[in-house]
Each structure stands twice: as structure tokens, then as C-alpha cells.
């Protein structure tokens, strides 16, 4: 008779973290962007070719990307016709993130913009602001806080 109080208990204790998580969201202090998870947008090849070694700074890792990917003419000129095919081709194998795309092109393709780091830096720019456009437009099901 003790056997059936004792597993349930047990059950209880090893799954309580994952019914007490659930059930209780409490306020946070994170980032906003922590509580969307986008998959990553990169292709395999540049991002591992921009990894060994990864390069420092908050726009050289993203420079070589973009770079590797065809995503720049130049250093400070956005090709903006293969980072719009690219964003849409990512978009057809990550169904309910079409409205972020669409809202990534209008507002970081279409338009010149500038994130303002010390030094500039077009790569950044771009990638900052298609963050914050897909993190704005984060379907439901991929919002975790």
C-alpha cells in the first residue's frame, strides 16, 4: 500500500520544476529580444567560415556574413535584392514568421538606416534592424516569455 504514495511522490518531485515553470510566468527584466525565439537566418556555410576563429566586435562577425553571403556590394552598400531573396527563401521553411519578414524588408531593406555604432558599419545596421523588426512582428507560438 505505501508503494503508490511513495511512486507519486516521486513522480511529483522529479516533474514539480516543470508544472510549477508552466503554470508561473512571473514578471522579468530580460531583453524583449529573449522572449522571442527566432531560428537562426543564417546559411551553414558563411556562419561556420565567420566562426574559426570568430571575429570580435559588434560588427565584424556580422560584416563577414554578410559579406560571405552576398548580402553587401561593398563594405557600407546593402545588396539589397539577395538579403530580400534571402530573407524571403528563409521565410518558406519558417511558416508564421511571414509578417516579420515583410516588416524586416519595408523597414530595413527598403529604407537607409543607421544603428549608430562608433564606427559605421552597414552589415550591423541591417541585421540590427531585422532583429528588432522580426522580434516586433513574433508569431505566438515562438514567444517565450
Not at 20 to 30: F, H, M, N, P, W
Not at 31 to 44: F, N
Not at 75 to 104: C, F, I, M, P, S
Request: neutral net charge; proline residues 6%.
Amino acid at each position: 500500500m505505501l508503494r503508490i504514495p511513495l511512486v507519486a511522490i516521486f513522480i511529483l518531485v522529479v516533474n514539480a520544476n516543470d508544472f510549477l515553470s508552466e503554470r508561473y510566468r512571473g514578471a522579468t527584466l530580460k531583453p524583449i529580444s529573449a522572449c522571442c525565439d527566432i531560428p537562426e537566418m543564417g546559411d551553414l556555410k558563411p556562419l561556420a567560415e565567420c566562426s574559426n576563429p570568430r571575429l570580435p566586435g559588434p560588427c565584424n562577425d556580422v560584416q563577414c556574413v554578410f559579406e560571405k553571403s552576398g548580402f553587401l556590394i561593398d563594405k557600407q552598400t546593402l545588396n539589397k535584392e539577395a538579403y530580400r531573396a534571402h530573407l524571403r527563401q528563409w521565410v518558406e521553411g519558417h511558416k508564421g514568421w511571414e509578417d516579420a519578414v515583410e516588416k524586416a524588408i519595408k523597414d530595413c531593406v527598403d529604407r537607409d538606416l543607421r544603428q549608430y555604432l562608433d564606427s559605421p558599419c552597414k552589415a550591423y545596421d541591417v541585421f540590427t534592424c531585422t532583429g528588432i523588426a522580426m522580434l516586433k512582428k513574433c508569431p505566438k507560438d515562438a514567444w517565450k516569455c
